[in-house]
Structures are given as structure tokens and as C-alpha cells.
T-cell receptor, first 115, second 112 residues
Framework: AQSVSQHNHHVILSEAASLELGCNYSYGGTVNLFWYVQYPGQHLQLLLKYFSGDPLVKGIKGFEAEFIKSKFSFNLRKPSVQWSDTAEYFCAVIIGSGNTGKLIFGQGTTLQVKP | EPEVTQTPSHQVTQMGQEVILRCVPISNHLYFYWYRQILGQKVEFLVSFYNNEISEKSEIFDDQFSVERPDGSNFTLKIRSTKLEDSAMYFC??????????FGSGTRLTVV
């Protein structure tokens, strides 16, 4: 079965540190890739998505992600985190092309940024 | 920016009772979904709905669950006889080809 793996379950960083959260998926065909953020007590918000084209995708709040097809990876990065980035981060995929169909989520990574 | 609206934000119900969770998807979206997130766990797909019928459902979505689009705007999830393990955050989402997949703010269901 298709799955999404996020390697880091809990990450603690100081402000201004650089962030990279790993995401791998298990499917050999076409996928659409997403990163969502969930701030404490709030709903899922889309950070960025990749459908096709440039594999380096820029999202909101200074986040970016790189799709490396050969590694089945879609890692999330931010050069300098802020305390307000403290949240849960979820990688997700849709199998196939298009923006419809079920999202398969990773287990999430809790990011704690210390001021 | 268009939003997916869910009501109520929090529902407490007794085990065995029926609950209906309500969602208003983005008006020009045609694909609708329900997901759930048990506390401390990942978000899980329950069901997708398109053209007035279920297009896909997970093994979680058993006979106790049903979905309906009773009118042109609402999309509901019904749990017929709630169990303790149904306690979770339930998220509605909608999407359309080429348009962002948008989630609602969720309904926290607590079964006591």
C-alpha cells in the first residue's frame, strides 16, 4: 500500500536555526505532493504543493520544498525559523495527477522553536 | 479567500448516540472529503464524494458512517451509533482540479 514517511517525529530548534523536515513516499508513479501546517488548536493550512514543473517549490511563510523523484522525497526547508513556526507539519501525497482524490498523510513532525 | 466551514467546532455525545457533523465546502468545488485525526495520531482519510456519490472510502468508513449532500451547499458526515474510539477531530475538505485542496477548521468529537 502507498505510504508517506516523515522521519523526524519531534524537532526542537532555536530561533534562527535552519530547518529541514524529511518526507518520503512509496509509489513509483505520478504523485502530487503537499506540506500542511497545523498550529496548536487550529486546522490544517497548506504551506506549499508540487504538481509538476520546477521541483523546487516555494510556499508561504518562507518555506520551500524540493521534489527529488529519484529519492521519492519531498523535504521541507526553511533557512531561519521563528518561534511562531512552532506547529505540527504534515507531508501528504495524492496518487496520480490532478488535485482530487484522497490525501495520504505522513505521521507528522512536531516542531518546537525555542525563543 | 474562500473557506471550508464546519459546524459545530466541538461536539460531546454519549456512546451509542447518533451525531451529524456539518460542512459547507467552497462553493465552486466539486470534490468533497472527510478525514479524521485521533489525538496524537496522523490524519486519516475517511471518504471522498463526487457527483452525489461516494467515490472512495477507507476501511474506517464502515456501516456506522454515512455522508450526504442534502442540498447545494452542505456536506454532512453521520455516525449512527458512536463509540468511544470515534472521539477525534474530524476535518472536511473540498477540492477541484487545479485548485488547492482546502480543509475546514474541524469538529472535535468527544464520545463519553
Amino acid at each position: 500500500a502507498q505510504s508517506v514517511s516523515q522521519h523526524n517525529h519531534h524537532v526542537i530548534l532555536s530561533e534562527a536555526a535552519s530547518l529541514e523536515l524529511g518526507c518520503n513516499y512509496s509509489y513509483g508513479g505520478t504523485v502530487n505532493l503537499f506540506w500542511y501546517v497545523q498550529y496548536p488548536g487550529q486546522h490544517l493550512q497548506l504551506l506549499l504543493k508540487y504538481f509538476s514543473g520546477d521541483p523546487l517549490v516555494k510556499g508561504i511563510k518562507g518555506f520551500e520544498a524540493e521534489f527529488i523523484k529519484s529519492k521519492f522525497s519531498f523535504n521541507l526547508r526553511k533557512p531561519s525559523v521563528q518561534w511562531s513556526d512552532t506547529a505540527e507539519y504534515f507531508c501528504a501525497v495524492i496518487i496520480g495527477s490532478g488535485n482530487t482524490g484522497k490525501l495520504i498523510f505522513g505521521q507528522g513532525t512536531t516542531l518546537q522553536v525555542k525563543p | 479567500e474562500p473557506e471550508v466551514t464546519q459546524t459545530p467546532s466541538h461536539q460531546v455525545t454519549q456512546m451509542g448516540q447518533e451525531v451529524i457533523l456539518r460542512c459547507v465546502p467552497i462553493s465552486n468545488h466539486l470534490y468533497f472529503y472527510w478525514y479524521r485525526q485521533i489525538l496524537g495520531q496522523k490524519v486519516e482519510f475517511l471518504v471522498s464524494f463526487y457527483n452525489n456519490e461516494i467515490s472512495e472510502k477507507s476501511e474506517i468508513f464502515d456501516d456506522q458512517f454515512s455522508v450526504e449532500r442534502p442540498d447545494g451547499s452542505n456536506f454532512t458526515l453521520k455516525i449512527r451509533s458512536t463509540k468511544l474510539e470515534d472521539s477525534a477531530m474530524y476535518f472536511c475538505a473540498s477540492s477541484d482540479p487545479g485548485v488547492s485542496y482546502t480543509f475546514g477548521s474541524g469538529t472535535r468529537l468527544t464520545v463519553v
